[in-house]
């Protein structure tokens, strides 16, 4: 139905072989998978896709159009963690409240090492908590004088933002 004629998959992992295995043959169970760390070095099939992965990524990095103001795309570097330019764009873009545009992978190991370092953090309750253990809702606001009292991160000013006390 799909027009793909395919019998044999191969897939580069840097988890668990065992549970992509799994989960790549409950998703595809007419396939037969090769699940293997650094397959694209194992397997010329694999390599031959990384190759054209990085190639169509590559090709999306330089035409991409970020709708954050003031974001420069074309020295993001590599998108490799062990590129140096990628850290430093990452670091140079990172908003200390809301992270990073939207370009950006936020799961990454290297974006969420920056992030910790230098955003705010965020400690998030469990949503199975007690119904006897959930704060009051007022608890959550404060009184506040006027709008231009409050020093706003240049995010608000770049979106455009405003503040809004009354529906």
């Known amino acids: 139905s799909s027009g793909i004629n395919a019998e044999y998959g191969y ?8 549970k992509y295995q799994a989960k790549l043959s409950g998703i595809f169970p007419s396939l037969n998978f090769t699940v293997a760390s650094k397959a694209d070095d194992k397997y010329p099939i694999c390599g031959a896709s990384s190759i ?7 090709q999306c990095v330089s035409e991409w159009r970020c709708p954050e103001e003031g974001m420069e795309i ?4 590599s998108g490799y963690p062990n590129d140096p330019n990628t850290k430093d764009w990452l670091r140079r873009n990172v908003d ?13 190991s290297t974006a ?7 955003s705010v953090g965020v400690t998030w309750d ?7 253990n959930i ?32 529906l």
Not at 52 to 58: E, G, H, Q, S, T
Not at 112 to 118: R, S
Not at 140 to 160: L, P, T
Request: negative net charge; contains cysteine; aromatic residues 12%.
């Open 11 to 18: 897939v580069d992992t840097v988890g668990p072989i065992d």
């Open 52 to 58: 054209c992965a990085k190639v169509v990524r590559d």
């Open 74 to 77: 074309e020295k993001c570097g």
């Open 96 to 108: 200390h409240v809301f992270g990073f545009p939207r370009f950006v992978r936020f799961s990454w």
């Open 112 to 118: 969420e090492n920056i992030m910790a370092k230098e």
């Open 126 to 132: 469990d949503e199975e908590e007690e119904e006897e």
């Open 135 to 166: 704060p009051k809702i007022n608890l959550f606001f404060k009184n506040v004088k006027k709008e231009s009292d409050i020093s706003r991160h240049r995010f608000y000013h770049e979106q455009g933002l405003k503040s809004k006390n009354v």
